[in-house]
């Protein structure tokens, strides 16, 4: 197979991530910054994600920031290093699994001549190519919109353009930049009416099955804890359930019986992941909400993990956003804990 070209100034940066591109994957472990997992589990999650999406890790490495730098994050030196292994690995594509601003990713992807995402535009990309649903594909946009806004700061040359007025009092007009912004603030606001009609169509739904005289079971974890493998083997479904971050994301119903209950409704629902992006956490809201008016949460661990305790903390964060009520003990009176059937995770 012959080398891959490297990305140029001519590419579309803005673009989807290729599946197949060589990437490096670099876990900035910024001091002062606490984090539920250690660096080396955050650089192991992040090359999951990498994998998810069909991307080839080429190199991955944890690399130290004393001081975070403004325009770049890293130090003209560690950015001079990154480039060198970049070169070394025939590297197209550098996934930072951190939150970049708008100006250092473009700063670094200035210096490194190469492509780079961050934490949130992996997730993105993963969320943009396994929503399935009508109402999913409208989370993964909305949120998408709402990250590339703040990143139309690029210095391409189709930014740089503008649009006349009409007649003599025409002006320069608005930059093009500025006309983008106001085209995606356009489509947002549509998006956000279609969901507010998919939220109010799934409280129609949640209305009718409290009416019902069957209880509801909500499958909640961590992602790639098992949660679809379990629902699989309860339900005889063909719930996609691999061993990959965010196998699935939209959510799944199926009925089931159980000993001593007619039937009951099982839900599996979409993983859960550190540090979640913002854009997603409210996207998502409306599909974790069928998860509120659960009669059981049943929460599904990888106990085999070394990083399960730090892994159950994110997911009693995430359900704690969403105001499920806990006593005093921090317990859920719907609560359980299982591991997928046939397991032996559970040890």
Same mark, same amino acid.
């Given at each position: 197979?012959?080398?891959?070209? /490297?990305?140029?100034?001519?590419?579309?940066?803005?673009?989807?991530?290729?599946?197949?591109?060589?990437?490096?994957?670099?876990?900035?472990?910024?001091?002062?910054?606490?984090?539920?997992?250690?660096?080396?589990?955050?650089?192991?999650?992040?090359?999951? +994600?990498? &994998?998810?999406?069909?991307?080839?890790?080429?190199?991955?490495?944890?690399?130290?920031?004393?001081?975070?730098?403004?325009?770049? &994050?890293?130090?003209?030196?560690?950015?001079?290093?990154?480039?060198?292994?970049?070169?070394?690995?025939?590297?197209?594509?550098?996934?930072?699994?951190?939150?970049?601003? @708008? =100006?250092?990713?473009?700063?670094?992807?200035?210096?490194?001549?190469?492509?780079? =995402?961050? !934490?949130?535009? &992996?997730?993105?990309?993963?969320?943009?190519?396994?929503?399935?649903?009508?109402?999913?594909?409208? *989370?993964?946009?909305?949120?998408?919109?709402?990250?590339?806004?703040? #990143? +139309?700061?690029?210095?391409?040359?189709?930014?740089?353009?503008? !649009?006349?007025? $009409?007649?003599?009092?025409?002006?320069?007009?608005?930059?093009?930049?500025?006309?983008?912004?106001?085209?995606? /603030?356009?489509?947002?606001?549509?998006? #956000?009416?279609?969901?507010?009609?998919?939220?109010?169509?799934?409280?129609?739904?949640?209305?009718?099955?409290?009416?019902? @005289?069957?209880?509801?079971?909500?499958?909640?974890?961590?992602?790639?804890?098992?949660?679809?493998?379990? $629902?699989?083997?309860?339900?005889?479904?063909?719930?996609?359930?691999?061993?990959?971050?965010?196998?699935?994301?939209?959510?799944?119903?199926?009925?089931?019986?159980?000993?001593?209950?007619?039937?009951?409704?099982?839900?599996?629902?979409?993983? $859960?992941?550190?540090?979640?992006?913002? *854009?997603?956490?409210?996207?998502?809201?409306?599909?974790?909400?069928?998860?509120?008016?659960?009669?059981?949460?049943?929460?599904?661990?990888? $106990?085999?993990?070394?990083?399960?305790?730090?892994?159950?903390? *994110?997911?009693?964060?995430?359900?704690?956003?969403?105001? =499920?009520?806990?006593?005093?003990?921090?317990?859920?009176?719907?609560?359980?804990?299982?591991?997928?059937?046939?397991?032996?995770?559970?040890?």
């Amino acid at each position: 197979m012959g080398r891959r070209r /490297r990305l140029s100034f001519d590419d579309d940066l803005l673009g989807e991530v290729s599946r197949g591109a060589n990437a490096l994957v670099i876990c900035p472990d910024i001091r002062g910054i606490r984090h539920d997992l250690d660096a080396e589990a955050r650089l192991e999650e992040a090359c999951g +994600l990498a &994998l998810a999406i069909g991307i080839v890790v080429t190199d991955a490495f944890v690399l130290p920031v004393r001081e975070v730098r403004p325009g770049t &994050l890293f130090g003209s030196g560690q950015v001079d290093n990154i480039a060198s292994r970049c070169e070394q690995e025939q590297a197209e594509l550098v996934v930072i699994d951190g939150a970049l601003s @708008p =100006i250092q990713q473009r700063n670094l992807e200035d210096k490194l001549a190469r492509k780079v =995402i961050d !934490r949130t535009g &992996l997730i993105l990309e993963i969320f943009g190519e396994r929503a399935a649903t009508a109402e999913g594909r409208l *989370q993964v946009e909305l949120a998408h919109l709402d990250y590339q806004q703040s #990143r +139309l700061v690029r210095s391409w040359t189709h930014l740089e353009r503008q !649009r006349g007025g $009409f007649g003599f009092l025409g002006g320069p007009g608005e930059t093009q930049i500025e006309a983008d912004r106001r085209m995606i /603030r356009q489509r947002m606001a549509r998006l #956000r009416k279609e969901l507010e009609q998919v939220r109010r169509t799934r409280a129609l739904h949640r209305e009718r099955r409290g009416r019902a @005289p069957w209880p509801v079971i909500a499958l909640v974890g961590y992602t790639n804890a098992g949660k679809s493998t379990l $629902f699989n083997r309860l339900t005889g479904a063909e719930v996609m359930a691999e061993d990959l971050l965010f196998a699935t994301l939209d959510p799944t119903m199926r009925a089931i019986r159980l000993p001593g209950v007619e039937k009951a409704i099982l839900s599996d629902t979409v993983g $859960f992941i550190s540090d979640l992006p913002t *854009q997603l956490v409210a996207a998502f809201r409306a599909t974790l909400e069928e998860v509120t008016g659960a009669d059981v949460i049943v929460h599904v661990r990888d $106990f085999a993990s070394d990083a399960a305790q730090a892994q159950k903390a *994110q997911v009693l964060e995430v359900l704690t956003g969403l105001d =499920i009520v806990q006593d005093d003990d921090g317990n859920n009176a719907r609560w359980r804990t299982t591991c997928p059937a046939g397991s032996d995770r559970c040890g």
